[in-house]
C-alpha cells in the first residue's frame, strides 16, 4: 500500500512539472511577447507610451507603458505601425487651471513621425522577440 501512496505522488509530481512545458511558452491567445529599449536623440525615454497597430485583418491596436526606456507587451503576430508617445514638462511655464493652482506645462516632444504620422513598422513572428527604437530629432 505504501508502494502505491509513493507512486501517486511520483506520478502527481512528473505531471506538474510537465504541465508548464505542455503548455508552452505562447499562449492561447495568439498574441507574442515583445520588448526592447525606447531611446531619442540617444537617451531612454523615460516615460510614455507605444502601440502597436496591425496593419492587416481587423486592425487591432495593442498599448504599454516606456518606463526608463523599457517596455514590454503582447501583441497579435504578423505586421503592425507603431506609435510612440512621450511628452516632457516646459521649464518655468505654467498654466492656471483651475483659480489659485499652476500646473507645469507639458510638451509632446517626440515627432510626428514617430506617432500620428509614424514611419515606423516591425513584423512580428514571436514567441519572444526584442526590438528596439532609436528615435533621432
Known sequence: MRWLHHSGLLLLASILAVLPIASGCGSSDGLVGLGGTVTFDGTPISEGRIQFRSTTGDLKAYSARIENGKYEIRVEPGEAAVQIYASRPVPGKF????????????????????????????????PKEDQDFALTP
Open 95 to 126: 498654466e492656471e487651471v483651475n483659480p489659485g493652482e499652476k500646473d507645469q506645462v507639458g510638451e509632446m516632444y517626440i515627432p510626428e513621425r514617430y506617432n500620428s504620422r509614424t514611419e515606423l513598422s516591425v513584423n512580428v513572428e514571436g
